[in-house]
């Protein structure tokens, strides 16, 4: 059972490991899309503005390279077992608010709102895993003690 695991939080890293990555090296195209979708609140706006100006980079941009790092390395910690229940703690709400930002499947009519509504439940199963392996932790415990009497 403790080698299925493993294996599975690997492949389940790999994911996120994959996507980060993909954000890093198109950082202008995930950047165009965090614009498209995201406004900065007025109460942050000085701040963000001193921040682009102090990095020459837009905030959307720096939210693509926050964003890809948070994937990669949460993703490592989670194939790596270091750490994971935190990250994964990360990655719940990471997923949750880009889901709720970038899959507005419920403006869309219905036939028209199929991939959308799609890739949503696909996010809500990989809250699932998430919760699996903040619920599994760091050591193996057996069947009995993790069902309980049933």
């Known amino acids: 059972m403790p080698a299925f695991v493993t294996f599975g939080r690997i492949l389940f890293a790999v994911l996120f490991i994959y996507t980060g990555a993909t954000k890093l090296f198109a950082m202008q195209a995930t950047a165009d899309v965090i614009a498209t979708k995201l406004v900065v609140p007025d109460v942050v706006a000085p701040y963000a503005q001193q921040v682009e100006t102090a990095t ?20 490592l910690m989670i194939a790596l077992n270091f750490g994971a229940r935190f990250f ?33 439940l696909k996010n809500l ?26």
């Open 88 to 120: 994964a703690m990360l990655l719940i709400v990471y997923v949750a608010v880009a889901t709720v930002l970038f899959y507005d499947f419920w403006n869309m009519a219905a036939p028209d709102n199929a991939k959308m509504l799609v890739d949503a």
């Open 56 to 75: 020459a980079m837009t905030t959307p941009q720096l939210l693509a390279i926050a964003i890809g790092g948070l994937e990669i390395i949460a993703g």
């Open 125 to 150: 199963s990989i809250i699932g895993a998430l919760c699996m392996i903040i619920g599994y932790g760091r050591t193996t415990r057996p069947a009995e003690a993790a069902y309980g009497d049933v």
